[in-house]
Nanobody, 124 residues
């Protein structure tokens, strides 16, 4: 497994921006990394994912046009730039990695390593 360390969460007013970072330690991540989020009382949901090889990207409809995922293979890292934040984006955001294939990039079960989560709170 890979150890994942997230950072960049915090409190921001609606309309503001945050950038989340996730660094992977251990064996190099060769296939995919992703961001999921979980709000209180809700299930964990997919946000965005990127494959290391070819850079294939998936983004949830709820954040499309506002959030951008990017990766740095040399640093074994993935980033999530979040713009035009809304109160409904409030959640704990988790970084994940795994040997995903294109059809499974949005599924939690495709990832075998998870970070501890970073809180993002958007005030109205």
């Amino acid at each position: 497994q890979v150890a994942l360390d997230e950072s960049g969460g915090g409190l921001v007013a609606a309309g503001g921006s945050l950038r989340l970072s996730c660094a992977a330690y251990g064996r190099p991540v060769r296939v995919g990394m992703a961001w999921f989020r979980q709000a209180p009382g809700k299930e964990r949901e997919f946000v965005a994912a990127i494959k290391a090889s070819g850079g294939e990207i998936r983004v949830a409809d709820s954040v499309k046009g506002r959030f951008t995922i990017s990766g740095d293979n040399a640093k074994n890292a993935v980033y999530l730039q979040m713009n035009s934040l809304k109160p409904e984006d409030t959640a704990v955001y988790y970084c994940a990695s795994g040997r995903v294939i294109s059809s499974s990039m949005t599924s939690t079960t495709a990832y075998d390593s998870w970070g501890q989560g970073t809180q993002v709170t958007v005030s109205s």
